[in-house]
């Protein structure tokens, strides 16, 4: 006697008693799935664009804004700030200090934020080979992976930047130099994958040429606009990015901002010398409190942003868990109530030989069937349906989520499906095995 065939042809027996069970255990697990792989890549994403950075200094506003904006490009800016403000924090030689780095933003392609940096952005977030080259002078970009596969552009290409993140041919600057890709990142699982990368000085004159331009000449450059079609698109060779040429160049644009106290940058990433000097740890609260500046530590905003994400996290999760109760009584209430109804059958098997313990394997086979069917259906529905929506929330949070992966908080969902559907099956499965043989047959 095969018992787990048994169990099988039982489950088939009452089908939509047993299809509502798989589908609400298979729900909950769905649900918990998504939420795991969420929280997984949302928690990643965050601390590999940490980058090492001790301090964001910007305009007065929400600490939180300015970390969002200026790390991670999911908000908008909190303000700009003065060259002359923020020179100390670019000074090359500042003692506390082992590296800075300006940022100029307002525009963007495609809604991909177009950055006006210096090429030292390259080692903070670990990139290290282009397609290519990097950008050496102003109007030359340099693009993420993720934004020249999904806007087609390849070395060579020209477009046009659109004020804000919106892609609104109305905001559109197409006039005036256009932007020339120089060089393509290789994937760098950071939000330099969602990036276009230029000089700050780039982003100053595009805005200035707005502000002179008329309209006739903005009607004369419409040939400028990036298409596929008008360009031989050939590959180029993929190098490794020169720490030295990037340094170089770095010290050259710092020296140019540095020249124009007058002019305006959004913000500056800071990297501390040592984080145990004690005045490292005061510069936070001694720039907050004695300059026009704010300055926002990403360690103590990024978990503040934790705790605001994880109770509407766990409120889904205990909705998750609330549907596996009420999945596991389900199975329970289905398995009991046929108790009833298959007496007479478990007498027989009684009698052919069958004895209460194979009783008992074959009631806990059956609320491990409906479990494990469960669990495969909503491992599938929540690794699909992170995929489905990996492209809505990568717009929202700037970098990818798939649902193409395995992590290991997946085995404990698996133990705890099993568990589960185990412990729905145990008292029906003590109740039958129990069945009093003289008297069924007897009243059959």
């Given amino acids: 006697m095969n018992i787990f065939k048994l169990s099988w042809k039982n489950i088939l027996a009452k089908p939509l008693n047993s ?29 590999n664009n940490l980058a090492g950075i001790d301090l964001v200094i910007g305009a007065k506003g929400s600490p939180l804004q300015l970390i969002l904006n200026s790390m991670y490009h999911i908000d908008a800016p909190t303000g700009n700030i003065a060259i002359g403000e923020a020179a100390p924090f ?31 952005i390259f080692k903070f977030y670990g990139a290290t080979q282009v397609e290519g080259d990097i950008y050496k002078k102003d109007f030359d970009v340099v693009t993420g992976s993720d934004v020249a596969d999904k806007l087609h552009l390849h070395i060579g290409d020209e477009f046009y930047s659109t004020h804000g993140l919106e892609d609104n041919p109305d905001l559109a600057h197409d006039h ?65 990015i020169d720490s030295s040429e990037a340094q170089v160049l770095t010290d050259s644009i710092i020296a140019a901002l540095r020249a124009q106290p007058d002019k305006e940058i959004t913000s500056v990433l800071v990297k501390f010398k040592t984080r145990t000097n ?39 999760q205990y909705i998750a868990i609330l549907i596996a109760i009420v999945a596991a009584i389900s199975i329970f209430i289905s398995l009991y109530s046929s108790l009833k109804e298959r007496r007479y059958e478990m007498a027989l098997l009684r009698v052919g030989g069958a004895g209460p313990g194979k009783l008992f394997q074959m009631i806990i086979a059956e609320g491990l069937w409906i479990s494990i069917l469960g669990l495969i259906i909503g491992l599938l529905a929540g690794h699909l349906g992170m995929e489905l929506a990996g492209s809505i929330l990568e717009e929202g949070y700037k970098y990818r989520f798939t649902g193409m992966l395995w992590i290991p908080q997946e085995w404990w969902i698996i133990g705890g499906a099993l568990f589960v559907g185990l412990l729905a099956a145990v008292l029906p499965a003590i109740q039958g095995s129990r069945t009093d043989l003289h008297r069924t047959l007897a009243e059959g």
């Fill in 278 to 316: 004690i005045q490292s740890l005061n510069l936070l609260r001694n720039i907050n409190a004695n300059t026009g500046l704010m300055a926002a530590s990403p360690a103590m905003e990024i978990n503040r942003l934790y705790s605001m994400m994880g109770s509407g996290t766990e409120a889904l």
């Fill in 90 to 120: 670019l000074n090359p030689k500042h003692p506390l200090l082992s590296g800075s780095i300006p940022l100029s933003l307002g525009d963007s392609y495609g809604a991909f934020r177009i950055v006006g940096t210096t090429p030292s």
């Fill in 176 to 240: 005036g130099h256009p932007f020339v890709v120089k060089g393509i990142l290789q994937p760098t699982g950071t939000v330099l994958d969602q990036l276009i990368l230029t000089t700050p000085q780039t982003v100053w004159k595009v805005h200035e040429h707005d502000s002179t331009a008329t309209d006739q000449e903005g009607s004369g450059h419409e040939g400028h606009h990036h298409d596929d079609a008008m360009h031989n698109h050939t590959s180029m060779p993929i190098i490794a």
């Fill in 19 to 47: 299809i509502m069970s798989v589908l609400l255990f298979a729900l909950s697990i769905g649900l918990i799935t998504f939420l795991t792989l969420f929280n997984h890549q949302f928690k990643k994403g965050l601390e």
